[in-house]
């Protein structure tokens, strides 16, 4: 490779990640007392979970003396907490009593599951292997609503797993209390003789911004779980038998405008579904989720979005199935490391559980009217996840249906298939070794497809592999330095089309014509690839660093079981220091402020990519939030604005960022967005946005948040066109134009919870986005930032009947060519209402209403009164939606 300024760069950066732990200082303004030691209790009486405490076995003493994290970082807490362990042969039991000076006082707000409200909170978090880096939480507040999370990376939570368990909490005259019980099949854990686990509890007064946790670490300290007390005095218990049986039963109505003609489309259509999940507890460390006929539906839509770039849209996951216990899969890489500076680097995931169960990715070939389903069937999935041999484990399967488009050609109904028969499977291992001071894993995701469709052949691969291993090192006794990454490679295989047509897309452009380090293959029928980062941190103190190096050789491609946002071929390097001031001053409640600088390599050496990045995130001292970014770009070379052709200058540039909330114990809560960015002769942008947050009774919030976008962009891609007499760019003309871009968008959302387990939410998203071409345009000269105008020197260019046509030489030999008027004017609606009724503990009723509304009249041009007219009273889809499902625990 000729890379001149990697080589030096990333040897000063070795020096540095090797001279700077030997150098450091000891920075930390306080130290972590030694570790507390809690006694668990068997009961000799029943317990009532009411909340009122009366049981004898709360009538001993408790354990206190809680110690603030905010505002006063190390301080005693401002009331007192007592706690209480016990259990019997089924459950642990923990009671607290949390003392209040001002009962009347106590923030009490009723929110849904797992939705942490502004209210005063109790948390109780477990670690049952001892491991000190995973465990359990479980929080509830005086209202009554609950949380419950998995907690992962010493300082990762995951609220989307929910186990059944007992609380309550009751105001009295002193303060308000709390009862738990949680039954020992809910927390996984090995069998021994006597029990050492970890266990931490924290409380939380809102209207004192005050955060107290019972086994205190300093705030600038990385470490949550890694600080539990020691809990001792169990003994004679087990984890339990535990299987769960959910059926569930599922009915839609759908209703959309009729299409005359069309015998797919008229107008409502009804569906029904019926299935079960399984849960297994296997041993005492293992569990086992199966699902038949599973419903992997999503209640809330996705939101709209304008996407011009050559990448696809990333979505989250909302499916309970895949996002329950995901941490172990989603963690890959990043073990240890705490920090993430991800500048210029697209972060591939090798595993993105949205390509399970996606819309089919083939087309009909026949003439006539259309009915393609909007998501492939998924026949059955298992998922095992646990401990096993002081592993964690994760291991998912799915097998999904071959699914088929109905073509209706006058009355003449076929079939055509447009999505293959396909296997999904991910397997995750990963070992804490030294109770979390280093680590390392493994992962391995595979797709297999039964592609015997000729279409379908030379657009999809028939098999697609990845294998990799991470892991983690801490370099100091107190955990302040850490190195950690990953490294692994991909493999696809299929037909010599199918390959071609990968080698040619957006992740790869092996077609470039000035690339000298890839080049296609029209016979090949796989593409193998490599990659991996390295990180060096410091995470905890005042002063703090992260530097990463990551490669991606041209083939790496983890999309068919991943996802990765940009393409492959790229060397980044990125260093970031910063402070972190956690001590409250005159102006900041803590702050937390980090410099430093990128540089992009391709694989032939051409740095793609450089600049700097000041940030700042933190807390006034009248608990306002606020975030900010300064980010500036030298001129550099791009490789991809073709898309697959030379390569262009992009000139220097610069963004800056503000981001700012208002106290969010407040009734009305502020929160406020913008940015503006300028690249020179490139182009320009601004975006302001604002949300209004209203919280007008304790179970009741609303929020309304407008935003606007308007962008300027003189080098928006078009399309490409051949011509041989094009010899500058090989052959190629590539056509730009100025883009003159406005979104105008706004989200809504009503949260009116009647009950902790009795909800209703909607949302809604009115979305304008408006797009004017003009000053089409020709790259005349590669590696420069030089474009001819169409209409200027010979050449003309005309529009007529929605086509533009361009005479690149007037009277001259080259031919003239036509396109597409790109214009776009995108009005949609979106919204869904969700009641939701936890009728048992796991056992669920919904009722869903979500309608779709969408418009595209006008192209180019935004008239926010017609155009706000146009999108409500666009034709749409009104869908309905109940399902019911019953929890059995066996």
């Known amino acids: 490779m000729k890379i001149k300024a990697f080589p030096t760069a990333l040897f000063l950066t070795l020096i540095l990640w090797s001279a700077l732990p030997a150098a450091e200082k000891k920075l930390s303004e306080a130290l972590a007392p030694e570790q507390k030691v809690i006694q668990a209790v068997r009961l000799e009486e029943p317990v009532a979970i009411d909340g009122r405490l009366e049981e004898k076995t709360w009538k001993r003493a408790g354990s206190d003396g809680f110690t603030q994290n905010d505002p006063q970082d190390g301080q005693p807490a401002s009331e007192q907490t007592e706690v209480w362990v016990a259990y019997d042969e089924k ?12 009962p009347d006082k106590i923030t009490s707000r009723l929110g849904r599951r797992d939705s942490q409200v502004e209210s005063d909170w109790f948390y109780f978090a477990v670690d049952p292997y001892y491991d000190k880096r995973s465990g359990y939480m479980f929080a509830i507040n005086p209202a009554g609503s609950i949380m419950d999370l998995t907690l992962s990376n010493d ?6 797993w929910d186990g059944v368990w007992e609380s309550r909490a009751a105001v009295v005259d002193d303060g308000w209390n709390v009862e738990m019980r949680i039954p020992f099949n809910q927390i996984r854990f090995s069998k021994m003789d006597e029990y050492v686990w970890g266990v931490n509890f924290r409380r939380v007064i809102q209207r004192k911004n005050e955060t107290a946790t019972f086994s205190w670490s300093p705030k600038n300290d990385m470490a949550f779980v890694s600080k539990f007390a020691r809990m001792e005095g169990m003994r004679g218990i087990t984890p339990g038998v535990y299987v769960e049986l959910t059926p569930y039963v599922t009915g839609q109505a759908q209703f959309r405008p009729t299409e005359e003609g069309n015998p797919f489309e ?12 399984l849960k297994v507890g296997l041993k005492s460390n293992l569990t086992l989720d199966a699902s038949v006929n599973p419903d992997f539906g999503q209640v809330e839509v996705d939101p709209a979005v304008v996407n011009l770039s050559a990448y696809e849209t990333y979505y989250e996951e909302k499916r309970p199935f895949f996002i329950e216990g995901a941490s172990l899969f989603n963690g890959f890489g990043r073990g240890g490391i705490y920090f993430n500076a991800n500048i210029n680097w697209p972060n591939p995931n090798l595993f993105y559980s949205r390509r399970i169960g996606r819309e089919p990715q083939g087309y009909a070939t026949q003439d006539g009217y259309v009915s393609m389903p909007d998501r492939s069937t998924i026949l059955g999935a298992a998922k095992l996840t646990g401990k096993l041999g002081g592993w964690n484990i994760g291991f998912i399967n799915a097998l999904t249906a071959r699914e088929y488009a109905d073509v209706d050609y006058f009355g003449l109904r076929s079939r055509e298939e447009v999505e293959p028969l396909s296997y999904y499977g991910v397997f995750r291992i990963q070992k804490d070794i030294d109770n979390g001071r280093h680590g390392i894993g493994l992962m391995a995701t595979g797709v297999a497809r039964d592609v015997d469709n000729p279409t379908l052949d030379g657009i999809l691969n028939k098999n697609a592999f990845s294998l990799a291993v991470d892991g983690w090192s801490f370099l100091d006794a107190k955990k302040n330095w850490v190195v950690g990454g990953w490294i692994g490679g991909t493999r696809i295989d299929g037909s010599a089309e199918d390959i071609l047509r990968v080698q040619n897309s957006s992740i790869h452009y092996f077609q470039r014509p000035d690339a000298t380090h890839v080049e296609v293959d029209p016979s090949a029928t796989s593409l ?7 990180n060096v941190g410091k995470q905890n103190g005042k002063v703090v660093f992260i530097s990463s190096l990551g490669v991606l050789s041209p083939g790496f491609n983890p999309n068919d079981m991943g996802y990765q946002s940009g393409s492959s071929d790229v060397i980044n390097l990125s260093v970031i220091p910063g402070l972190n001031y956690t001590k409250p001053g005159k102006i900041f409640q803590q702050v937390l402020v980090g410099a430093g600088g990128f540089a992009n390599w391709d694989f032939g050496g051409n740095n793609v990519g450089k600049g700097a990045i000041l940030l700042a995130e933190g807390m006034f001292s009248n608990f306002w939030y606020f975030s900010t970014t300064i980010f500036g770009a030298a001129g550099s070379l791009n490789n991809r604005q073709t898309r697959g052709g030379p390569m262009t200058w992009l000139p220097a540039g610069a963004s800056a960022s503000l981001y700012l909330s208002t106290d969010g114990r407040k009734a009305v809560v502020l929160e406020g967005n913008g940015s503006i960015s300028d690249s020179g002769r490139d182009g320009h942008s601004w975006n302001a946005g604002i949300s209004f947050r209203w919280k007008p009774a304790p179970n009741v919030s609303l929020s309304v948040g407008p935003g606007y976008y308007a962008e300027t962009n003189e080098t928006q891609w078009v399309d490409r066109f051949s011509d041989s007499l094009m010899t500058s760019t090989f052959g190629n003309r590539y056509v730009f134009a100025r883009l003159e871009q406005k979104i105008v968008s706004a989200e809504i959302r009503l949260n009116w919870t009647f009950t902790p ?8 998203q009115p979305f304008i986005a408006v797009g004017a071409y003009d000053q089409f345009k020709e790259l005349a000269r590669p590696r420069k930032y030089d474009y001819a105008l169409f209409g200027e020197n010979g050449s003309t260019i005309g529009f007529a009947d929605g086509l533009y046509t361009v005479d690149p030489d007037g009277e001259g030999p080259a031919e003239a060519f036509a ?8 009005k949609s609606l979106r919204g869904t209402v969700v009641f939701r009724w936890e009728y048992l503990p796991g056992s669920l009723f919904y009722l869903v209403w979500t309608q779709n509304r969408a418009a595209y009249a006008d192209n180019g041009i935004l008239n926010l009164r017609r155009d706000i007219g146009d999108m409500f009273t666009a034709p749409g889809d009104n869908i309905f939606m109940i399902k019911v499902s019953y929890r059995w625990n066996m």
């Open 528 to 534: 193998s690839g490599w990659g991996g980062r390295f």
């Open 91 to 102: 459950a642990l039991y923990v009671a607290a009593h949390c003392r209040d000076s001002e």
């Open 266 to 277: 008229t107008g409502r259509k009804t569906i029904g579904n019926a299935g079960f999940d």
């Open 155 to 160: 300082v990762n939570n995951d609220s989307s």
């Open 819 to 826: 396109f597409g008027n790109p214009d776009f004017n995108m």
């Open 757 to 764: 387990r009795l909800s209703l939410q909607a949302y809604v």
